[in-house]
């Protein structure tokens, strides 16, 4: 299975920071990547798909950059709606993987 | 506008089973694939397998494999997840998603259903 690892674990900011959130794959996993905001009790939500095409509805200051095996999520200008989980998934080689989260906390 | 909605809540015995439904309303049922993903208590989120019902053969990850069936009724638009001999260790919230793009495995999940906690417990 590829293995994903998301990194920092968890991360502190205040609104209006930029922040980044990197997801390495054990393995190229091409453009197969997307990223997940999820807050608690609740369903994740899809924020980018393919590295880096933003889905609809969602707010221009999130997005996507890399290829193979090196992935990064960025927030321009945090927001309080921001404050969540976000997960990448990898969706080249089954099973699908997801990173472990990275939680984004009020500094 | 789709919507998927999930049955409610269960508490399981050891060894026994469970079927978990999800029903998309609002959209093409056939042609997306519906994938189950699952959360551990305080956990991430887990991959169980998925199928786009035209298609009808499922993939599940392999550590399922031989307990767990995904099947689709394109007659009432819903799927369904099956998980059998369950272990305290299957206690989570069970997700089903939609794909974004239809006739495509490789394809992020743009709709998801609200969850349905299964706890496992003697």
């Known amino acids: 299975d590829i293995q994903v690892t998301q990194s920092p674990f968890t991360l502190s900011a205040s609104i209006g920071d930029r922040v980044t959130i990197t997801c390495r794959a054990s393995q190229s996993v091409n453009s197969w990547l997307a990223w997940y905001q999820q807050k608690p009790g609740k369903a994740p939500k899809l924020l980018i798909y393919k590295t880096f095409h933003l889905e609809s509805g969602v707010p221009s200051r999130f997005s996507g950059t890399g290829s193979g095996i090196e992935f990064t999520l960025t927030i321009n200008s945090l927001q309080p709606d921001d404050f969540a989980t976000y997960y990448c998934?990898?969706?080249?080689?089954?099973?699908?993987?997801f990173g472990q989260g990275t939680k984004v906390e009020i500094k | 506008q789709v919507q998927l909605v999930q049955s409610g809540a269960e508490v399981k015995k050891p060894g026994s089973s469970i079927k978990v439904s999800c029903k998309t309303s609002?959209?093409?049922?056939?042609?997306?694939?519906i994938n189950w993903v699952r959360q551990a208590p305080g956990q991430g989120l887990e991959w169980v397998g998925g199928l786009i019902p035209v298609f009808g053969n499922a993939n599940y990850t392999q550590k399922f494999q031989g307990r767990i069936a995904i099947t689709a009724d394109e007659a009432t638009n819903t799927a369904y997840l099956e998980l059998n001999s369950l272990r305290s260790e299957d206690t989570a919230v069970y997700f089903c998603?939609?794909?974004?793009?239809?006739?495509?495995?490789?394809?992020?999940?743009?709709?998801w259903g609200q969850g349905t906690l299964v706890t496992v417990s003697s």
């Open positions: 609002g959209g093409t049922f056939n042609d997306y694939a």
């Open positions: 998934q990898q969706y080249n080689t089954y099973p699908w993987t």
């Open positions: 998603a939609r794909a974004r793009e239809s006739y495509d495995f490789w394809s992020a999940y743009s709709k």
